[in-house]
């Protein structure tokens, strides 16, 4: 997911004027509403002598809530289904820490994902305003284009 090389500069701030070897990813900064899967069934397996059973568990709100947060990010346009699959299993051990567990992978994978504002700038992507659409007028003759400014 990440890139290989220093973090990148402000063009004012470099002191190596060679191009960078990786550009920045621009997204439109408004949260995603596209596809996007539910969180899944949470189970746990416990062992007996005689048997193993399976108990269904509640997933956290606090997990539920950074669910939503996280699925809505303006750079999930970007993801895959390997992706979305990597962003569900780091929702399982967010739940794990939030129940008590070590957060260390958490932390990791989190950043990953590009969750903050300094993962988001390691990984390139940079949130820029949307484009507000023309509006389409019957009074504009056709041979009348409109610039981007």
Not at 56 to 81: D, F, N, Q, Y
């Amino acid at each position: 997911m990440g890139v290989s090389g220093r973090k990148p500069k402000p063009d004012d701030q470099r002191r190596n004027r060679m191009p960078p070897t990786h550009d920045w990813i621009e997204v439109e900064d408004v949260p995603y509403h596209g596809p996007a899967p539910l969180l899944p069934n949470r189970y746990r397996t416990i062992e007996d002598d005689a048997d193993n059973h399976q108990i269904r568990l509640k997933w956290p709100a606090r997990t539920r809530h950074w669910w939503s947060v996280v699925s809505s990010m303006p750079h999930c346009v970007l993801w895959t289904e390997s992706d979305w699959q990597f962003a569900l299993d780091v929702a399982e051990i967010h739940a794990r820490f939030v129940e008590g567990a070590n957060g260390t992978e958490l932390r990791i994978r989190e950043k990953l994902l590009g969750v903050t504002m300094d993962s988001r700038r390691d990984l390139r992507i940079r949130y820029v305003a949307a484009r507000p659409e023309p509006v389409a007028s019957e009074d504009v003759p056709d041979n009348v284009r409109y610039l981007d400014l």
